[in-house]
């Protein structure tokens, strides 16, 4: 019996000791995890790395990633140290089926709390052919002038993400193609040195492409007229900068080198200066090139310690004895020294650009980097809309580095009108400067945005046409139209074309076909607008090719008024007509060497007549001569149109000149006799009216 008693006590001991134990309490509040990429709304396929990060003050034990309602699978820790600071999940989206999906991420604390985050993505395995390149010619423009030698300047792109385009080529009249150089050390930017007076006179299509290792984009051309040698007023030089490189990191001694040239084949770079900042003053480089042209290669030192470090724009100008020619400049990064005080990072927003107007879905792009580096990197971008929270954007450098990242913008959740977008880097101790541009969202609302429209005005539905054809019209939108493009074809690749409206509203609009690279037969032709949201519905007309392939002539050209020999004072119309056997497409007039102007033509066909104001208050009295000259939609020149004239115009405040039947017969008249002067005039005319 007292066996048993002290069984139940020892029992009843431990039970109350039992009861008496209560736990510590458990930590209940969950980890952070985010999910850094994908960001919402992006498109993803193959094998995808979902990469994020995670932070708890007890620490994290593991994290995990899961599709949809998927398995939970194990995500990698990448921190380095445990910390589970970042981790990776690769995720091979071939095994999904195309469409939306959730990528879910979750984290675990030491005391078995979880925190999730979430993003919704598309998957898109569809097996797509490479998307070429593409490439653009920005100088020289549209049926432009040129002469001597010419620097041929454009961009390139590729739009796929992990492409990027690997050669520039340039040819003129199908020749052979020759490689463009980049500018900067990419072709997003590229030049062309070409060497017109190796070509003889005349229009000749100008072609670019671009290659991005796999496939060529279109041609992209421009037709150009050389007239060489050069004549009439002076034209600028243009001057390159070759090194550094735009964003170029830069400390001691550099040196700045580059190239320069005048489009004027009887002139001559005579010297090139180089400024550093933008209100420093400009220093003479020195030229390194060959005896006959020294210029075409220049140098000159630079001490960058001259100047505090950070970003420094470096700028060049060429000069021809009488015109400099536009600046040349690139922006560096001056770094002299052992820093061990931290500078704050720097970043830029490269898309959308400053006043762009913006719609949908956008995926906003920059770069960042640190002063500091390779002891100190940017370790984390953030991008805030308007007032809004500051955003974590996703580094798609590749190398951790933030040189480039992207962040996601559903603009649909904004209201249309006026935004401002910012940026600013951090490297784990200091922010940048913020990096903020103003854009404008577009959103398509019936109420707010209606389609622009556009019309084909010339020529007219059905007309047969041959040789050089313009093609105008109109175009009009409620929110003004950003630009007008034109193809031939159903499948050909859209142009640009001209606004011709004077005050950039593009109510008026041309493009030029060279029919000459087309067989017979007939085309159709579209137009559409874009007002920076939506494009116009497309108009068309439909035109049918008939090229003479036997002899094509020159066009004639007649100056009619006022007759040959006359005296003239003031401001006198000059006019005539001009004649081909297909088409007039315009008459230039000069005076003396002067430069030609176009005149203005009444009708458009195979004959039109012409019309051009000189203003000879502008010209000395005597001796003058006026020059004309048409041109043919095969690009032809008639023979040159020539008239002599004496100009007399009378001292200020005199009264001008007067008389029955020469215009301008003033002082000079009274002064040498009525029957003396005619007589001049009647001996002057056997020369002074003739055809070149």
């Known amino acids: 019996m007292a066996r048993h008693l002290m069984r139940l006590l020892a029992v009843l001991s431990i039970a109350l000791a039992l009861v008496a134990f209560v736990p510590p309490a458990r930590a209940e509040t969950p980890p952070g995890i985010e999910i850094v990429a994908p960001i919402n709304g992006e498109t993803v396929s193959g094998v995808y790395e979902v990469t994020g990060v995670a932070a708890d003050d007890l620490g994290i034990t593991f994290a995990e990633v899961r599709i949809d309602l998927g398995e939970w699978r194990n995500a990698t820790d990448t921190s380095g140290n445990g910390s589970w600071a970042s981790w990776s999940f690769s995720w091979d989206t071939r095994l999904y089926a195309n469409g939306w999906h959730e990528v879910w991420a979750r984290a675990w604390d030491v005391e078995g709390n979880h925190g999730f985050d979430r993003a919704e993505v598309r998957v898109s395995n569809e097996i797509h052919e490479n998307t070429p390149p593409w490439v653009a010619i920005h100088f020289p423009r549209q049926e432009s002038t040129v002469c001597g030698e010419v620097l041929v300047e454009g961009h390139a792109g590729d739009d796929d993400a992990n492409d ?33 007076r190796l070509y003889e006179n005349g229009w000749g299509r100008l072609d670019a492409r671009s290659f991005d290792g796999e496939a060529y ?15 009439g007023a002076n034209h600028r030089p243009w001057v390159h900068i070759d090194e550094p490189d735009h964003g170029e990191t830069v400390s001691g001694i550099v040196v700045i080198s580059g ?7 009887l002139d001559k770079v005579e010297l090139v200066q180089v400024r550093i900042g933008a209100r420093g003053e400009f220093r003479n480089a020195t030229p ?22 950070g970003w420094v724009a470096v700028c060049s100008r060429s000069w021809d004895g009488e015109l400099y020619s536009e600046l040349h400049c690139v922006e560096v990064f001056v770094q002299n020294g052992e820093h061990h005080e931290n500078h704050a990072p720097i970043v830029r927003i490269h898309f959308p650009r400053q006043g762009e107007g913006v719609s949908g879905f956008v995926r906003i792009l920059g770069g960042a980097e640190d002063p500091d580096e390779p002891t100190d990197k940017v370790e984390m971008v953030f991008v805030r809309i308007d007032g809004g929270d500051w955003v974590r954007a996703e580094d798609i450098s590749g190398d951790g580095s933030f040189h480039r990242w992207a962040r996601g913008w559903n603009t649909r959740e904004w209201d ?23 854009v404008f969202v577009r959103n398509d609302h019936e109420e707010e945005n209606h389609a622009p429209r556009v019309d084909i005005t010339h020529p007219a539905d059905g007309t047969t046409v041959n040789g050089t054809v313009t093609i105008s019209g109109t175009a009009e939108d409620d929110h003004g139209v950003r630009y007008v493009e034109w193809r031939i074809g159903g499948d050909g690749m859209w142009r640009d074309a001209f606004d011709t409206s004077g005050d950039g509203s593009w109510s008026t609009w041309k493009a030029t076909w060279h029919t000459f690279e087309f067989d017979d037969g007939c085309y159709t032709i579209y137009a559409r607008a874009f007002d920076g949201s939506r494009y116009s519905e497309l108009d068309h007309i439909r035109l049918c090719v008939d090229n003479v ?18 005296v003239v004072s003031g401001t006198v119309t000059v006019h005539g007509v001009a004649e081909d056997d297909h088409e007039v ?31 000879t208050t502008r010209h000395d009295n005597g001796e003058h001569h006026v020059y004309a000259r048409a041109r043919d939609n095969a690009g032809q020149y008639s023979e040159v149109a020539r008239c002599g004239y ?37 001996v002057r005319r056997t020369w002074l009216g003739s055809v070149l």
């Open 416 to 438: 249309n009108g006026e935004h401002r977008v910012c940026a600013r880097s951090w490297d784990g101790e200091l922010y940048s400067e913020p990096h903020c541009i103003t």
């Open 288 to 309: 390194l090139g060959p005896g006959e042209d020294p210029w075409r290669s220049w140098a000159t030192e630079w001490d960058t310690r001259e100047r505090d470090n």
């Open 646 to 682: 004496l100009v007399h115009n009378p001292p200020e405040g005199g009264s001008p000149p007067d008389g029955p039947d020469v215009t301008g017969m003033g002082a000079a008249v009274s002064s040498m006799g009525l029957l003396g002067f005619l007589g001049a005039v009647l």
């Open 217 to 231: 984009s279109d041609i992209y051309d421009v037709w150009i007229r050389i007239l060489n040698p050069c004549e």
């Open 585 to 615: 497409v315009s008459v230039d007039v000069r005076i003396d060497g002067g430069e030609w102007h176009e005149a203005r033509l009444e009708g458009s066909g195979t004959r039109v007549e012409w019309s051009f104001e000189w203003d």
């Open 164 to 196: 990027s385009v690997e050669q520039v080529q340039v040819r003129f009249r199908e020749g052979e193609w020759q490689d463009a150089r980049p500018d900067g050390g990419s072709f997003s930017t590229w030049f062309f040195a070409l060497d017109t």
């Open 259 to 265: 190239r320069a040239g005048d489009p004027d084949g």
């Open 549 to 566: 392939r036997g002899e094509d002539h020159r066009p004639d050209v007649v100056i009619r008024g006022p007759e040959c020999g006359t």
